[in-house]
């Protein structure tokens, strides 16, 4: 996640870790000093143009000149490792979309892949994120948007009238994190069986421990098993 | 239930007739001409499943068709047979073992796989320049001799798919001759786990060079041979010439890529326009067609092999003695691994020097291989051309010792998308087709 970046300060023991291994190590766990476990709690980054990158900085601008209220439409922008990030309101993500599609500066053709992620200590408490990965062939760039949602109100608008590539990625991600996407023809499960119950790959939702239906058998959660981090 | 008539009970064009007036027809064994055209009048619309196990879908796929007699009205496919959970299972394994877990998704292209995702560790690590040269040579070296396999079970399983035996064999032949030297080379046929964060598992063993250099010479051959016995082949044009077309722009709304795409006429090939492993220093082109039906789909494919030729032999001049992991001892995985008797596994010349010279170098190696290296927190997405298109890997860290999330954008997901618009209004048979020139493999689909 661009937005957790450590800042600078070592993290006090408790607030920090979010792993706990199954030895029930305090502190870091580690005991060589090597690795330092502890996981920095996430901090939210906004980067502002210019991003020093003509080919992020020609994205930004142009944007800027087509699509007007481009601040009301975008929490923040990051700039990380040479990929564009716009974190863009939910509201006014079909618009958006819409704009970086067609705009002649822009024309992003091709949704590569939309997916989620789990941010599960996400400050703004909005810890459901979809990450859609666009491509522009004329211009060879890559966009990222992504837009949080919370878990008590998961719902963001489909991408599929814009590009209908985003049918079986937006089933996928309903599947797997629960995001529902208002405008889709038909979001239904895709991976797991219809009947399921929950969202697998969110955070709290354990791997494994399902009793499976193989002579009464049950797998044991790995996180209980032997770990080291 | 009266008999009208004169036939025996079960012969060819025996009928029934029952007291409301709907007949039976029975169709054990006889003659197919008495049988032919019956029931054809007033064709209902009837829903048809193919599956979810069946033998020539390249997988567990589902294809459930609305079909009027012989022409599908509907096409609507179901997946998730293959679901295994490699997505989540990676969040708990350390950076370097999600490579073990990422190489099961595309089972005919396992290698790519662990590319994009070692591309995307790499970036997030910041070390894409420290990578050594020889590692990338290597890498776009067996990548390019996966993709000649990969095809060729695309070749040999659509082949197989319309009943062309032959071609089945013949592909399937050719394959074992790459698998063998991916065996060479990795230890495993498939499933290698071979490209690992930071360069490569292993170096290339003695004699790989001299075997890949007798493949280049004998597979030119083969792909002639395919071409004599396919490409002017009637049946073979009948059966793939204008069927399940599919245009550029179609394409593009569909995000389907890779050799359909190129078919449709877009030289898009991301080892041309977005380039990675130092593609754009190789010498080679890309094939497109102009004809957007299954026919250019497999000539794009023949091509393509012969392209991956050219690449493999530039990769063979190019191998400069050096290392092939990254210097910086906290990234290189130790897997000094060393080739017995019994197939791959530690290198005791290695162990005995760990065990037996330096209490820290053992402790480093305990904490590597245990506890792994912690990556800096960030997203990245890396896409790289694999067999059937773009394959992304997107990468999450939350700055732990673990990946906070991966996910593959598996161009066969996205390609099977497009099976409805080649199929719908065609004939049932073509359906068949249409999955084969799509080539899918559900292990990446379902993931």
Redesign the interface.
């Known amino acids: 996640?661009?937005e957790?970046?450590?800042n600078g300060a070592a993290p006090s023991p408790g607030a920090a870790l979010r792993?706990r291994d199954a030895f029930g190590a305090k502190g870091s766990g580690?005991t060589?000093g090597?690795?330092?476990?502890a996981?920095?709690p996430?901090v939210l980054t906004d980067n502002r143009p210019p991003f020093g990158d003509d080919d992020a900085d020609a994205v930004y601008g142009a944007l800027e000149r087509a699509f007007p209220g481009l601040e009301e439409a975008i929490e923040r922008v990051v700039y990380?490792?040479g990929?564009l990030?716009l974190h863009v309101r939910r509201e006014h993500l079909l618009a958006v979309a819409q704009t970086v599609r067609d705009d002649p500066a822009l024309r992003f053709?091709?949704?590569?892949?939309l997916?989620g992620?789990?941010y599960l200590d996400d400050p703004t408490g909005r810890r459901l994120h979809s990450?859609v990965?666009l491509?522009s062939?004329t211009y060879?760039r890559?966009l990222?948007l992504e837009v949080s949602v919370s878990v008590d109100d998961p719902v963001m608008p489909s991408l599929t009238s814009v590009?209908?590539?985003a049918?079986?990625?937006e089933r996928e991600t309903y599947d797997f994190f629960g995001i529902i996407f208002e405008g889709h023809h038909a979001l239904t499960?895709?991976?797991?069986?219809d009947d399921w119950v929950g969202h697998?790959?969110r955070k709290d939702y354990p791997?494994g421990g399902i009793p499976v239906e193989y002579k009464g058998a049950q797998v044991p959660p790995?996180?209980t098993r032997r770990?080291?981090? | 239930m009266t008999t009208t008539d004169t036939h025996v009970p079960y012969e060819a064009g025996y009928t029934e007739s029952e007291p409301g007036g709907e007949r039976i027809y029975t169709v054990t064994g006889g003659d197919w001409e008495q049988v032919i055209g019956a029931g054809e009048e007033g064709a209902e619309r009837i829903v048809v499943n193919m599956g979810p196990q069946h033998p020539s879908t390249h997988g567990v796929l589902r294809l459930v068709l609305d079909i009027e007699g012989e022409t599908v009205r509907q096409t609507r496919l179901v997946?998730?047979y293959l679901?295994t959970?490699i997505?989540?299972?990676c969040?708990?394994r350390?950076w370097t073992q999600a490579v073990t877990y990422l190489t099961r998704a595309d089972y005919l292209s396992p290698l790519f796989s662990e590319t994009a995702y070692c591309l995307s560790v790499e970036?997030?690590l910041?070390i894409t320049d420290q990578v050594p040269e020889r590692a990338t040579v290597i890498r776009v070296l067996v990548m390019e001799l996966q993709r000649i396999s990969s095809h060729l079970v695309g070749l040999a399983t659509s082949g197989m798919e319309l009943g062309a035996t032959t071609a089945m064999i013949f592909g399937f032949r050719e394959r074992e001759k790459v698998l063998d030297l991916l065996e060479v080379i990795t230890g495993l046929r498939m499933n290698h786990a071979f490209i690992r964060p930071g360069g490569v598992a292993q170096d290339l063993p003695d004699g790989a060079e001299r075997a890949i250099r007798e493949f280049l010479v004998d597979m030119p051959k083969r792909i002639k041979e395919y071409h004599r016995l396919l490409t002017g082949q009637a049946i073979w044009k009948n059966r793939l010439i204008d069927v399940n077309y599919l245009d550029a722009q179609a394409c593009?709304?569909?995000?389907?890529?890779g050799p359909v795409l190129r078919a449709a006429g877009?030289p898009?090939d991301l080892r041309k326009?977005?380039p990675y492993c130092g593609y754009e220093t190789y010498e080679f082109d890309v094939p497109t067609a102009k004809e957007a039906d299954s026919y250019a789909r497999y000539l794009v494919r023949l091509e393509e092999m012969s392209e991956s030729l050219k690449i493999i032999e530039q990769c063979l001049d190019r191998l400069r003695p050096g290392p092939v992991m990254v210097a910086d001892k906290?990234i290189a995985w130790p897997a000094q691994l060393a080739i017995g008797q019994d197939g791959m596994g530690n290198s005791l010349e290695h162990i005995r020097k760990i065990m037996g010279t330096s209490m820290e170098a053992l402790?480093?190696h305990f904490?590597l291989v245990?506890?792994?290296?912690?990556v800096?927190?960030?997203?990245?997405?890396t896409?790289i051309e694999a067999p059937r298109g773009?394959l992304?890997c997107?990468v999450?860290?939350?700055?732990?010792?673990?990946p906070?999330?991966v996910?593959l954008?598996d161009p066969s997901?996205?390609n099977?998308?497009a099976v409805p618009a080649m199929t719908e209004g065609g004939q049932v048979g073509d359906v068949i087709v249409a999955v084969a020139s799509v080539d899918p493999v559900l292990g990446g689909v379902?993931?």
Do not use: N
């Open positions: 996640m661009s957790l970046v450590p792993r580690d060589s090597f690795g330092g476990l996981v920095p996430p990380d490792r990929e990030t053709e091709l949704l590569s892949s997916s992620v789990d990450v990965h491509a062939m060879r890559r990222r590009w209908p590539t049918d079986w990625h499960r895709i991976m797991m069986p697998p790959q791997l790995p996180e770990s080291y981090s | 997946i998730g679901h959970g997505e989540k299972s969040e708990y350390s970036k997030l910041g593009l709304a569909l995000g389907v890529t877009l898009w326009t977005m906290k402790i480093h904490k245990t506890e792994g290296f912690r800096p927190p960030g997203q990245v997405y896409a773009e992304g997107h999450v860290s939350d700055g732990g010792t673990k906070h999330r996910h954008r997901f996205v099977l998308q379902d993931r």
